[in-house]
């Protein structure tokens, strides 16, 4: 993350950053590690993540490392801008799966002079933009986008292919239900999957 130096010491002011990715590529590790700084240096700390995501942890925010730090489960964007009072840093993990409302009380917050870190996947199972993410990027000041490292090829990774038999947008899981691919194994994946659906539907004729 590149921070310039700030020029009026007078204004009072925060901002957001973004951390994202796909799965498997360090998001709430990086987020963790950003708000354990924050926490080293006797700034006020509060973490949320949504309420349904359970993983690991009912209430902490655990990474695939199993870092792990406190957190707050919220139902609803609009949780976070209640609870997030007399704080110097607020964390929010798993973003793509808040509502869209996340965006403005991101904002809300960082006009109250708060820093606002946000973790999330930039992309869904289809390689899709995931829900309101898009949005956090384009009003963030600072984006970091991390990657994982390709199951097929080795390269850099930044699509979340899905391996389990489910077209819901929302799946939660782990190694046994996603792969991190790059763009060329996520594209040849996609053209297999196609291939396979279209055989088993003259094979159903």
Known sequence: MFLENTVN???QFGWIEVICGSMFSGKTEELIRRLKRAQF???????????????YDDENVVSHDANEIRSTPVPSSANIRLLANDVDVVGIDEAQFFD??????CNDLANRGIRVIVAGLDMDFKGNPFGPMPALMATAEYVTKVHAVCTRTGNLAHYSHR???SEALVLLGETQEYEPLSR????????EAKIKKSEQAKDGK
């Not at 240096?41 to 993983?55: C, L, M, S, Y």
């Not at 869209?100 to 009380?105: F, K, P, R, S, T």
Request: no cysteine; charged share 30%.
């Open 9 to 11: 010491h007078n204004e």
């Open 41 to 55: 240096a006797k700034q006020k700390v509060e973490i949320f993540k949504p309420t349904i995501d359970r993983r």
């Open 100 to 105: 869209d409302e996340i965006v403005a009380v």
């Open 163 to 165: 391996t389990a038999p």
């Open 184 to 191: 060329s194994a996520y594209f040849k994946a996609m053209q």
